[in-house]
């Protein structure tokens, strides 16, 4: 059995390493990773570590770093470089004949892996590190330290300006992965993830109205004054400490504060801490209870088998930099132009999110698609165009390319712009996208073409049915 130490080892940001291969086991200078020999005594090696999570070190026979790698389970994703069939792409492939050991961390969870990871690439740069299989940087987290209110990024361009002064962590290997636990934070400290230029005392913060993130609490809306500067820059600074592995501090802290506001009967603010104690405390059990943890509106019908994989795919297909999080789509609904009536539903992380639906009965247009589509528009979106409430990521409007400048008609009135209008034209299924002329096809089973067909069908669904309910009124007197 090897003989590797560090099981549930603390990391901090001077990282220590420990060995996994025995010290009796000789460096093997003159073998080429392709003997068979070699591929055996490190596979026997692999079979003898653990089934959690935790970060592995390759080195060659020198022993120079060669690739920094995290996984869920040391034992199958570091056994997996020795088998005979393994097929690491034409980037890393090479490496598979550098290979004479191995070192190990063992974790106690995957976010935990996930930092420790990223700290030893930035520390070591190995040369199997270096750049993704895309041709751009690694992902980095910046925390905008700086202003009032700071806010938490992914980015790969870590010398924007936009990130100047700003606390850096990375480089990470997966913009997935970083993102999922910028998620996963997010739902403990409510910190928040726009753009938005937010200061303490401005007095527009009181007419602001929040985005959806507030609503099912994952920030705590400081751009709508729903949060003081103090204690939002306390989630900040917990945040930073968590980030830094100090885990336990954190969480003692919490505790402490628990106490105290509950014992000042500030019942709230304990609710508060103690909701951020028991998140930190489930993370190691987030993999096993990811979808329960996302199950925020559980009796409304899933429309996509994988959400992320399919709003991702709709990023890269409508060439997008910020990731795809809330869809609004719009629909008109009439018979010969009696009874006619708009819809808006949303969309949040790939799930329908009925608290926001709202439904429009038109008042001027008739039976006239392109004036109810500008009523709707107008109608919905005011405080946004006027800079009182956040546009949604994309706004799609079920229709061709007549429908879509209709709706591009009345927000060019507004002084505020959307980020993304499309529609989405039935039968032919074509995309169209704002400001480009010709229309975006893609295959029937692209995850991102399917999600827009179950917007926009869930959104003539909600117009059709309140559609037939003012027919029926009309005619039954109801």
């Excluded at 003989?3 to 200078?29: D, T, W």
């Excluded at 999570?53 to 080195?59: D, E, L, Q, S």
């Excluded at 999600?451 to 007197?477: N, T």
């Amino acid at each position: 059995m090897p003989n590797y130490i560090g099981s549930r080892a603390k990391i901090s940001h001077s990282l220590v390493l420990y060995a996994v291969s025995s010290v009796e086991s000789p460096v093997m200078a003159s073998k080429d990773f392709t003997d068979p020999d070699v591929r055996a005594r490190l596979h026997a090696q692999a079979r003898g570590l653990g089934t959690g999570p935790g970060i592995y070190v390759m080195k060659d026979s020198g022993g120079e770093v060669l690739y920094v790698g995290k996984a869920n389970s040391l034992r199958d994703r570091v056994g997996s470089y020795f088998l005979a069939s393994t097929n690491l792409g034409p980037r890393k492939q090479p490496l598979l004949r550098s290979i004479a050991d191995f070192e190990v961390i063992e974790l106690e969870s995957e976010w935990e892996a996930l930092l420790a990871e990223a700290r030893l690439i930035k520390d070591l740069r190995p040369k199997f590190n270096v750049m993704l299989t895309d041709g751009k940087s690694y992902p980095y987290l910046a925390i905008t330290v700086k202003g009032d209110f700071p806010g938490v990024y992914v980015t790969r361009d870590p010398a924007d300006p936009r990130y100047r002064g700003a606390r850096i962590f990375g480089p990470f290997t997966s913009g997935r992965d970083i993102r999922e636990a910028v998620d996963v934070m997010q739902r403990i400290f409510r910190f928040r993830t726009c753009h938005l230029d937010i200061e303490q005392d401005d007095p527009a913060n009181r007419h602001f109205r929040p985005c959806l993130l507030y609503a099912i609490k994952q920030c705590t809306a400081p751009c709508g004054d729903r949060i003081a500067k103090d204690a939002y820059g306390e989630d900040i600074d917990r945040l930073l400490r968590f980030i830094g592995s100090q885990r336990s501090t954190v969480i003692r802290e919490l505790k402490s504060g628990m106490a105290e506001a509950s014992a000042a009967q500030r019942f709230e603010e304990a609710a508060t801490l103690r909701d951020q104690l028991r998140a930190i405390e489930r993370l190691g059990e987030r993999a096993a209870n990811q979808e329960e943890a996302r199950a925020w509106q559980p009796e409304v019908t899933i429309f996509a088998h994988d959400p992320s994989s399919a709003l991702r795919s709709l990023q890269r297909s409508l060439d997008v930099e910020e990731p795809i999080r809330c869809i609004e789509a719009i629909d008109i609904a009439h018979l010969g132009g009696t009874e006619t009536v708009g819809s808006k539903v949303c969309f949040l992380d790939g799930r329908p999110f009925k608290e926001q639906y709202r439904r429009f009965r038109i008042k001027t247009a008739g039976n006239d698609d392109y004036a109810s589509i500008r009523e709707v528009v107008s109608r919905r979106y005011e405080d946004a165009g006027a800079g009182r409430e956040r546009f949604p990521d994309v706004i799609l409007i079920d229709g061709g390319q007549g429908q879509l400048s209709a709706a591009l008609g009345a927000f060019a009135k507004m002084p505020e712009q959307p980020p993304l209008v499309i529609g989405l034209a039935k039968r032919e299924e074509l995309i169209w996208i704002q400001d480009r002329p010709v229309p975006l096809t893609l295959g029937r089973n692209n995850p991102g073409l399917k999600l827009c067909q179950a917007i926009r069908d869930e959104a003539h669904r909600f117009a059709q049915s309140y559609h037939h309910l003012l027919r029926r009124k009309r005619v039954l007197g109801d």
